[in-house]
């Protein structure tokens, strides 16, 4: 039986895909570059020095844009519904199992340069967002545009429309593990939020905020409060 799975292959009917399978899941070196090299002529842009791993799901590339020195971890999905598409800029780093959706045809996701977007993350884009360059985002974040609208107690939730808008990330901020992003929040430039936290309203640039829902404890820049 040591040959039972080279035996098996000859009688496969679609030898193209059983290839495909096995470049797209393996995590060897020389299958990252045949993924390089298929997504280069799929993605509507790909760059220079890009790095696709093992079980990355990509629907529609056409509508995908990445820069120099994109990286993209394993059995991360990216999911462009419409022309707005997403775009990982120059550097930005992708980490393992990180789920980006457009969820709309007319809704995007567009990142900007040396990003780091960590393990686990969900971001979502229905409505537009955008995330500043050289900001942090930690582990098992979620950024969803979306809030259902429930008043209407004779009707079901999922019948009821909700509320979305664009919501932006900017330059040079930390979102800590777990942080929480709600479509009526803004994230000011320069802002850090700690591990845990609910954002459910705009914060200013510099703010350091934590809780949920989160509060602005002090601005970057000034003296912490002695206990």
Avoid: W
Avoid at 66 to 93: K, P
Avoid at 101 to 122: A, H, K
């Amino acid at each position: 039986m040591e040959d039972f799975f080279t035996k098996a292959f000859e009688s496969h009917p679609d030898r193209e895909s059983f290839y495909r399978t096995v470049f797209m899941a393996e995590s060897s070196d020389y299958a990252a570059g045949v993924r390089r090299e298929y997504y280069k002529s799929k993605l509507k842009h790909m760059g220079e020095n890009v790095y696709i791993g093992a079980n990355v799901k990509i629907e529609n590339p056409q509508y995908i844009s990445l820069g120099d020195n994109v990286s993209i971890g394993d059995g991360s999905t990216l999911i462009a519904r419409g022309e707005g598409g997403i775009t990982l800029a120059d550097g930005v780093r992708v980490q393992e199992r990180v789920y980006l959706d457009t969820e709309r045809p007319d809704g995007y996701i567009n990142v900007e340069d040396n990003v780091y977007i960590g393990t686990g993350t969900t971001l979502f884009g229905h409505c537009g967002l955008e995330i500043g360059s050289h900001s942090l985002l930690a582990q098992n974040i979620t950024i969803t545009p979306y809030s259902h609208i429930f008043e209407d107690k004779d009707r079901y939730i999922c019948e009821q429309g909700g509320h979305t808008r664009k919501v932006t990330i900017g330059r040079d901020c930390y979102l800590g593990m777990r942080v929480t992003v709600l479509y009526s929040a803004d994230i000011g430039e320069g802002s850090v939020v700690g591990s845990g936290s609910v954002v459910v309203k705009p914060l200013p640039t510099y703010s350091v905020a934590v809780g949920n829902p989160a509060r602005i404890i002090r601005r970057r820049g000034e003296p912490k409060q002695k206990n």
